[in-house]
């Protein structure tokens, strides 16, 4: 413990940093590989992609290389986002056979998708959206979070 200011004590943490590979050496049952997950994705199905900070880009960028090494392993999914801020592969046009983007907010690395018409967007208020879900009046069959 240490003191930052007289009677305030702040705690400080180990300069350890666990990245993604210690974590699947150390706990290989918590980890399966990208691609058995994604093949279980459908043709047409509905994905969920989390938003804003808590963007999984990692997950994001391991479907976009699941697509491009199986081109053939599904067509026709819906990603639904919030709010894009970092990777967005289901935008650009060559995955078009694969992904069609519907924002709910329409992010900087999204807007040309949709002003070109290869993504769509859902005007809603952005407090509503879990209720979408909750309601399934926007069915999901994966959500990445």
């Known amino acids: 413990m240490k003191t930052s200011k007289p009677g305030r004590v702040t705690r400080v943490l180990p300069e350890r940093h666990l990245n993604l590979d210690e974590a699947k050496k150390g706990y ?6 990208e ?20 963007e999984p880009q990692y997950a994001v960028r391991a479907l976009q290389e699941f697509v491009v090494s199986e081109p ?11 709010w894009t ?11 078009k056979d694969h ?11 999204a807007r040309s998708a949709v002003n070109e018409g290869f993504a769509d ?13 909750y309601r399934r009046l926007v069915p999901l069959d994966v959500a990445i979070i």
Do not use: H
Not at 38 to 45: D, E, H, M, S, V
Not at 85 to 95: L, R
Not at 99 to 109: K, P, Q, S, V
């Open 72 to 82: 053939k392993a599904f067509y026709d999914a819906e990603v639904f986002q919030v």
């Open 28 to 33: 290989p049952e918590k980890f399966r590989p």
């Open 35 to 54: 691609s058995k997950i994604f093949k279980n994705i459908r043709r047409g199905a509905r994905i969920f992609v989390s938003s804003a900070c808590a």
């Open 121 to 133: 967007y859902t005007p809603v208020f952005l407090s509503e959206t879990p209720d979408l879900f």
């Open 99 to 109: 992904f069609r983007y519907n924002a709910f907010f329409i992010g900087r690395n």
């Open 85 to 95: 801020m970092g990777v967005a592969p289901y935008t650009d046009i060559k995955y």
